[in-house]
């Protein structure tokens, strides 16, 4: 599982929140909307979420937890089993040369 850095996750998650203070204040402003809406987009697309408020939790609670922590419970989510060694697999076998 491939997670961005704790350091870029704080820093779009307070780009974030800047913006939804800007746009509640001024909510007819459409490029205050528009940068609003792409700030949200971005913490989206980093969290690996399809909406910005399930983007904003997760972001939430990635900063507030360990990355073994995280993972974790993210493989538990998506129904994966719990890894409770290391696996380690072999290459890929070549059907080719199998059969020659």
Do not use: I
């Not at 993972?71 to 409770?84: S, Y």
Request: with cysteine.
């Amino acid at each position: 599982m491939l997670l961005p850095a704790k350091a870029e996750v704080a820093r779009q998650l307070r780009r974030y929140r800047a913006w939804e203070r800007v746009m509640l204040a001024s909510p007819q402003d459409r490029e205050v909307r528009t940068t609003f809406e792409d700030s949200g987009y971005t913490l989206c697309v980093l969290m690996g979420k399809r909406c910005a408020r399930e983007a904003v939790d997760a972001a939430e609670h990635y900063l507030r937890t360990s990355l073994v922590t995280y993972v974790r419970e993210q493989r538990e989510q998506n129904g994966r089993p719990r890894l409770t060694g290391a696996v380690r697999q072999g290459p890929p076998t070549d059907r080719r040369s199998a059969r020659q």
